[in-house]
């Protein structure tokens, strides 16, 4: 546009110039041949001249258009591509209607000759997928990848097909090519996410996490999470270690993988703190919770020393009453506290407990924890009680239903 806007100035210009010039000295031209001669101004000339050569170019564009328009290959070339437009138009009609082979076989041929082969071997190969033809299916959508254009949405609708087909191994081994194609194409690389993590490969996920973070922002965080809690569980209970101390190990060098921001999640913390004090590291285990709830406190990190054996019981019990002095009354302390002085066999100081998270919170936990202990104790009738609270509880969530009349 601003070379045709450039030229025109030119031309104004020169017109100008030209006009000027002609009115100052217009000019003569005189022609002499044999018996003829012309006489007339140079303007006139220089008219003539440029009249002359718009008429031929004119006549040039109007000859070419007759050509192109008469000339039998094109023509048969043109004809071809608007039967193939209508073929793609009624194939895709035909689709939307349901006439699954009829809509086959017009696409295949507007595949076949027309200017949108892409589009059509596309629909060409979803009515051959809609009518279980797996080979034809397959075939078209190797045409539609034959155009550099093509070769990411061909391979997508393969793995959707496989897929829909049952088989997962085929999508995925697709998906991983094209995510190394494409790495920032978000539509392959969120449906890339839900095979693998319908197979469960928490490893190939939480690798593929950062590209995932990068296309989709803070929009992933959930999927992140809840690949690297399923994770730190896989290898924490990962088969063919036969002692403690490899999975241990194993652990800990994973947690130095894990991402920053999921080390600060209490969830994350517990359920690592959790395996590691299964694991026998307790020692750690109980140093990553009190540095934690020192600087932010959540209910679900105290019961992580329920699971901590490699440490007194008696020490666990006064870190717990240190909380319990700063947190009065709070259930989740108060459980963890009577379940480590059961291991440490103190039956008094455990019931103490389990009464005081019953009586603050009306835990259920703490109601069924309690029924257990006044039972080991001999003391069935304070079982029997605190068992019909922890039903009373029950009753109070279920719907309202006719009952049998007590004196029937």
């Not at 004809?79 to 076989?105: H, I, N, P, T, Y």
């Not at 896989?234 to 060098?253: I, Q, V, W, Y």
Request: hydrophobic letters at 45%; proline letters at 4%.
């Amino acid at each position: 546009m601003k070379k045709v806007a450039l030229l025109v100035i030119v031309a104004l210009v020169f017109a100008l110039m030209l006009g000027r010039w002609m009115a100052v000295d217009s000019g003569y031209v005189l022609v002499i041949r044999d018996d003829f001669s012309l006489d007339t101004t140079l303007g006139f000339v220089i008219l003539m001249a440029l009249l002359a050569s718009v008429a031929l170019v004119v006549l040039t564009l109007l000859g070419n258009a007759a050509w192109n328009a008469l000339e039998p290959m094109r023509a048969t070339r043109r004809w071809k591509k608007q039967v193939a437009a209508r073929r793609l138009r009624s194939g895709f009609l035909q689709l939307v209607d349901g006439e699954l082979e009829k809509a086959e076989r017009l696409l295949v041929a507007a595949g076949e000759d027309g200017d949108w082969p892409l589009l059509a071997w596309l629909l060409a190969a979803e009515t051959a997928q809609e009518q279980d033809n797996v080979e034809a299916s397959q075939r078209y959508l190797e045409n539609a990848g034959s155009d550099h254009r093509g070769r990411l949405v061909a391979g997508l609708m393969k793995a959707r097909f496989a897929l829909d087909d049952g088989y997962p191994d085929q999508a995925r081994e697709e998906l991983k090519v094209l995510a190394d194609m494409a790495p920032r194409n978000k539509r392959i690389l969120r449906t890339y996410a839900q095979v693998l993590e319908s197979q469960r490969d928490w490893p190939a996920l939480c690798d593929l996490m950062p590209r995932l973070k990068r296309a989709f922002g803070e929009g992933e965080s959930r999927r992140e999470r809840r690949a690297w809690l399923a994770l730190l569980q896989e290898t924490a209970r990962k088969p063919g270690f036969n002692d403690a101390d490899s999975r241990r190990e194993e652990l800990r060098k994973l947690w130095k993988n894990v991402p920053v921001q999921l080390k600060n999640d209490p969830a994350m913390i517990a359920r690592y703190a959790g395996f590691l004090a299964q694991l026998g590291g307790g020692k750690g285990a109980l140093n990553l919770v009190r540095e934690k709830l020192d600087q932010e406190w959540d209910d679900r990190l105290p019961p992580v020393l329920e699971a901590i054996d490699d440490v007194s019981p008696d020490d666990l019990l006064q870190v717990l009453e240190r909380w319990l002095a700063e947190r009065p009354g709070n259930a989740a302390v108060l459980i963890t506290s009577g379940r480590v002085a059961l291991k440490a066999r103190l039956w008094g100081k455990a019931q103490g407990f389990f009464e005081a998270a019953a009586n603050s919170s009306q835990s259920a936990t703490a109601l069924a924890e309690l029924s257990r202990l006044y039972q080991a104790l001999g003391d069935s009738s304070k079982a029997m009680k605190t068992f019909e609270r922890r039903l009373a509880q029950l009753e109070g969530q279920l719907p309202a239903l006719p009952m049998p009349d007590k004196a029937l």
